[in-house]
C-alpha cells in the first residue's frame, strides 16, 4: 500500500514534525532492552509506547498530524529495525493524520540506497529520518553521500537527530555511543553539497545550539525543529532566532512518546515567542516544507 496525503489541511491544529514508533504490530521494539532499561532509569519513567494506531488515534483526538517514524541502527546495534515499510502502510491506512517517513542504516549504504528508492517509489514515504549517535555514522562521511542522492533527487527531507541524547546515557562508556556524531556542525558540509535536499536538524542541539542557528542562518536549505524539550527550558538564542531571522526555518515536534504534544504545547504558550511566529511553528512552515500548502 502506497501513502498519499489525506490531511485536511485547513482545519490541522499542529503539525507534530518528530514522532517516534517505538512498538510493532508483533510487539518488537526499535532498540535492545539494555538501552531501552538504560533509558527508562535516565528520563526517570517508563515511557509510553504506542502501537502506530494508538499514535494515530492520539493524533486525530487533538486534530494534529504526526510525521512518524523509526531509527534503523541494525548494523550499530546488532537489533533487528522496526519496519519502515509497515509504519509506511500504517500511516496509509491513517492518512488522515500520519505522514511517514522511513529509515535506512548508513552503515550500508549500498543496500541503504536500494531500500530508500524503495520506501519512496514503492512505499511513498515523506522524508527520511537519521540519529548519528545511534547510528554510528559521521552524516558528513562520503559513504553516505550516495543516500542523500536519493533523497535530493526525490525531493524528500532528511531528518538529523542533533546534540545530546538520552539513549545510551548514564552506562559505561554511554554504550559505545558518541555524542559528537550529533554535532549540527557536521550537517553544514552535507547542505553545502546537496543544496536541493531540505535538512531539519532535530531537538534544540544543546550543547551545540549556536552551531546549528549558524547553519540554518546561511544554508537555505536547513531547517530546525523543536523536538523533545519542554519550551520552558529552550535556551534564549534559539528563542531569540525563531522570534526573528529563523521565523520561517523553525517546526513544532514534540519527541512523542517520550514528550507529549500536551505538554510541550502548554509550555509553548507560556514561552516568550511572538504571536505572528506562533502559527509559523505550530504548522504553517511544516506545511511549506512538505509540499502542503
Known sequence: MSYEYGLDVENLVALDMHVHIEVDSHGHTSLPQKLIDAATAYFRSEPARPTLDEVADYYRERNMAAVVFTVDAQTALGHNPIDSFEIAAGAAKNNDVLIPFGSVDPLQPKKAVETA??????????????????????????????????????????????GQTGIGAGTPGGSGMVIGLSNPLLLDEVAAKFPELQIIMAHPSVPWQDEAIAVATHKANTW??????????????????????????????????LLTPDRWMSDFENAPFKDEVRPLIMRDNALRLLGLN
Open 224 to 257: 530546525i525543529d523543536l523536538s523533545g524539550w519542554s519550551p520552558k527550558y529552550f535556551p534564549e538564542a534559539l528563542v531569540r532566532q525563531a522570534n526573528s531571522l529563523l521565523r520561517n526555518k523553525v517546526l513544532f515536534g514534540s519527541d512523542y512518546p
Open 117 to 162: 528508492k524503495k520506501l519512496i517509489g514503492d512505499a511513498g514515504v515523506k522524508g527520511f529520518k537519521f540519529h548519528p549517535t545511534v547510528q554510528n555514522f559521521a552524516p558528513n562521511d562520503e559513504s553516505v553521500f550516495p543516500i542523500y542522492e536519493v533523497l535530493q533527487e526525490a525531493g524528500v527531507p532528511a531528518l538529523f537527530h542533533t
